[in-house]
């Protein structure tokens, strides 16, 4: 089950996201372009941003992406998730991103 | 510093523009 994007839902460590299907992408560089053709914006990512984005695929939980963004950046874990969270919960706000509900 | 081969952390944000 997917919760619709337009809402702002809580989102914690576990929670999973995907991208919508409605959103064409590309990465350029390090970062990131948008165009969500239903709400007619278009949406600059940075790098860090780019990375979390690229890794919605409904599967990863937010902690397991922060976790990898350590990997990839000078960045502490606590920072990763906490900012993770945060980005995530503007993404769904967007209408960018959904969150796949268990079961 | 143990950051490696690791890129600088920069907050993850989104500027957005409208489609005219």
């Known amino acids: 089950m997917v919760k619709k994007a337009g809402g702002a839902p809580g989102l914690g460590p576990l929670s999973r996201l995907r991208r919508v299907e409605g959103v064409a992408w590309r990465v350029i560089g390090e970062e990131a372009v948008l165009v969500n053709v239903r709400s007619d914006e278009v949406m600059h990512l940075n790098s860090a941003a780019s990375f979390l984005w690229s ?43 959904e969150v796949v509900e268990p079961g | 510093d143990d950051s490696g081969d690791r890129k600088a952390y920069e907050k993850p944000q989104m500027s957005v523009m409208r489609i005219n």
């Open chain 1, 55 to 97: 890794s919605l695929d409904g599967r990863a939980s937010l902690e397991e992406i922060a976790l990898s963004m350590t990997g990839q950046y000078d960045v502490d874990a606590d920072t990763a998730l906490s900012d993770s969270v945060a980005f995530a919960s503007e993404l769904v706000e967007q209408g960018a991103a």
